[in-house]
């Protein structure tokens, strides 16, 4: 293996102490020169800094191996969907319990439809809106009582409520949702 002279040495050295600085990599073993543009052989990079007209293509390749802020990047990427997607989940939440509260209450209105002697319709009424409707954003719900016969010994009354609930997700409105329970009790004539 043949080293080079002295004279080539210190010409190589002196060339790279006008062109740049030499500065410590990331391990203790590397030592870079950065080289100013003239020193560098022109082609492979080029393409990277052509938005940056005039600008050091090694520079431009360092900035585009950057990783410091990605994270805040990624975050303000990905947050509004989680933030969007939590506030479906809690407004589909209070969907489903507002039916479920409404369902509950024409149960009760129809439990007592089911005894005898039966009840008048100001008395389900009552029953049914003396129930807990929970967040019910488009007001009480509308009580709708039925009744009927199937023959000469047996009544029906078909109780029904409908309402609808508004789903909003802050600058999103999906508009409303209805809800609708309805249950039927059979009761021997009077």
């Known amino acids: ?4 002279s002295a004279g080539q040495y210190r010409r190589m050295s002196q060339r790279i102490r006008r062109a740049g ?3 410590h990599g990331n391990s203790y073993r590397q030592l ?32 585009l191996r950057n990783r410091r802020g990605s994270a805040a990047i990624e975050f303000a990427l990905i947050a509004p969907l989680v933030f969007l997607l939590i506030i479906g989940i809690l407004q589909m939440g209070n969907y489903f319990y507002v039916r479920s509260a409404v369902n509950h209450a024409v149960d009760e209105a129809a ?3 089911s005894v005898y ?27 709708t009582i039925t009744r009927g016969q199937v023959n000469a010994n047996i009544d029906w009354t078909q109780i029904t409520a409908t309402t609808s609930i508004s789903i ?14 309805s249950k039927r009790v059979y009761t021997a004539s009077s």
Request: proline share 7%; aromatic share 6%.
């Open 32 to 63: 870079h020169a950065d080289l100013q543009w003239p020193l560098r052989q022109a082609g492979a990079d080029h393409h990277l800094c052509r938005q940056f007209h005039g600008k050091d293509p090694l520079t431009v390749r360092r900035l």
């Open 1 to 4: 293996m043949q080293r080079g």
């Open 117 to 143: 002697p039966v009840p008048s319709d100001a008395d389900l009424t009552t029953r049914f809106q003396q129930q807990d409707f929970g967040a019910v954003a488009d007001g009480v719900p509308t009580l």
């Open 21 to 23: 600085r030499l500065s």
């Open 168 to 181: 909003n997700l802050g600058f999103v409105n999906l508009g409303a949702l209805p809800i609708s329970a």
């Open 111 to 113: 439990r007592l439809a």
